[in-house]
Nanobody, 115 residues
């Protein structure tokens, strides 16, 4: 059974950095498309960044140049390196895995950007 577990969230000051991790169980990690989504207070869930099985990356305009998505197939872990954080980045961040008809979400990790 495939499960996703996020970690690394917390409180950070504006301008700071944080790295999120998403550990994936099961054996379809390397062939899956992965993504980070977020849902801020009173907002809809939105795509932050995605990475294909081949390593192709895509980012929301709001995070380009500040966030970097990566994956380690050997560790079955995906990462989101976040820099130059802004208060508007405050949200619950979720990781997502898609493979064929399989579409699985983690439970999320809270990132709060505040002084």
């Amino acid at each position: 059974q495939v499960q996703l577990v996020e970690s690394g969230g917390g409180l950070v000051q504006p301008g700071g950095s944080l790295r999120l991790s998403c550990a994936v169980s099961g054996n379809i990690f390397s062939i899956s498309t992965l993504g980070w989504y977020r849902q801020g207070p009173g907002k809809e869930r939105e795509l932050v960044a995605g990475i294909t099985s081949g390593g192709g990356r895509d980012y929301a305009e709001s995070v380009k140049g500040r966030f970097t998505i990566s994956r380690d197939n050997a560790k079955k872990t995906m990462y989101l390196q976040m820099g130059s954080l802004k208060p508007e980045d405050t949200a619950v961040y979720y990781c997502n895995l898609v493979w064929g008809h399989t579409n699985i979400w983690g439970k999320g990790t809270l990132v709060t950007v505040s002084s």
